[in-house]
């Protein structure tokens, strides 16, 4: 999970990594976002920026701590922030948190967050080293 300090945090941390906005087509029966579409624009957000670090392939080994806090509607823009958390020899971990902006609103809120974590591979789809400046 994101430190106490990213927990306690009125603002987004880390890189803007994808944002876009909640459509009618991805709503539960009850007019909510599914939390799957939520995960997927935060696995490819964090995605984009684990092979932009790796500089190659990378595939998602393992989600952490999902919490959904709040939920997203029709019409809000969601944005997804990403950190390189640590780097291991092959594989990366990624905090990523997603904030709305609430359709007609200004404020942001943080609705969910968790851990992603990659592993750089080649194009057969074996571990290589995640490349180091």
Known sequence: MPNDDAENSEQPKGELVIRTIAMPADTNPNGDIFGGWLMAQM???????????????????????????QPVKVGDTVACYAWVESVGRTSMKIPVEVW??????????????????????DPSGRPVPVERL
Do not use: N, P
């Not at 092979?51 to 919490?67: D, P």
């Open 43 to 69: 696995d490819l957000g964090s995605g984009i920026l684990a092979s932009k670090m790796a500089k190659t392939r990378v595939v998602t080994v393992a989600v952490e701590g999902m919490s959904f806090l």
């Open 100 to 121: 709305v902006q609430r359709y007609m609103h200004t404020e942001q809120t943080r609705v969910t967050r968790a851990v992603f974590t990659y592993v750089a591979v």
